[in-house]
């Protein structure tokens, strides 16, 4: 299993401004993700972070707006960039253990409001 | 690709009495499923998954899924209901080579006495 902490566990921010959030897990993880949840709607994925290399992103997503660093196996930070009141949402840090068992683990998330 | 769909946004069900949340996937293999349960401000717990092997799984809470392949459905169930089981309960599917869990978009669940 794993367990997933992240910080902050929710800030407010005014718009133009960046944050950064920080995910550790506490055992090695395969591969690790980003999603975002907006108010009152389902997860979708960000991009997958992938360690010592360049994030893999999805469609409408991209490195200026969301940068991801993921320096180890265990630690990945991401960065809201230039903030918009659309960027209000919960931004979930998630992990897949390795081992064989597809078991895909979540952080407690960081909501943010942009004000 | 894998996707998932939920079709009901939001279900009222008295106390004590049964439930069923629905899901349908579409993946060209065996998927593995997923149910998991957001109470409001708090994270995602796994409820259940299913990966191979018997259709019918239990989970956490009392609450069971059944994988049935000729409908790409794996329905979520629990005989008899608590407030406290009031949430947003989420499908998702995944597949094999550490790819990402794709989700639905969730179903509401308002318990009423």
């Known amino acids: 299993s794993a367990v997933i902490s992240q910080k902050p566990s929710r800030d407010i921010c005014q718009r133009g401004t960046s944050l950064t959030i920080q995910c550790q897990v506490d055992?090695?993880?395969?591969?690790m993700f980003w999603y975002r949840q907006q108010p009152g709607q389902s997860l979708t994925l960000i991009a997958t972070a992938n360690q010592g290399s360049e994030a893999t992103y999805e469609s409408g997503f991209v490195i200026d707006k969301f940068p991801i660093s993921r320096p180890n196996l265990t630690f990945s930070t991401l960065t809201v960039s230039n903030m918009s009141p659309e960027d209000s949402s919960i931004y979930l840090c998630s992990a897949l253990t390795v081992g064989g068992s597809y078991e895909q683990y979540f952080g407690p998330g960081t909501r943010l409001t942009v004000t | 690709a894998q996707s998932v769909t939920q079709p009901d946004i939001h279900i009222t069900v008295s106390e004590g009495a049964s439930l069923e949340l629905r899901c349908n996937y579409s993946?060209?293999?065996?998927?593995?499923l997923f149910w998991y349960v957001q109470s409001p401000g708090q994270g995602l717990q796994l409820l259940l998954k299913y990966f191979s092997g018997d259709t019918l799984v239990q989970g956490i809470k009392g609450f069971e899924a059944e994988f049935k392949r000729s409908q790409s459905s794996f329905n979520l169930r629990k005989p008899s209901v608590h407030w406290s089981d009031a949430a947003e309960y989420f499908c998702?599917?995944?597949?094999?080579?550490?790819?990402?869990?794709?989700f639905g978009k969730g179903t509401r669940l308002s318990v009423i006495a």
């Open positions: 998702a599917v995944g597949a094999p080579g550490n790819t990402p869990l794709v």
């Open positions: 993946y060209g293999a065996t998927p593995y």
């Open positions: 055992s090695q993880v395969t591969m």
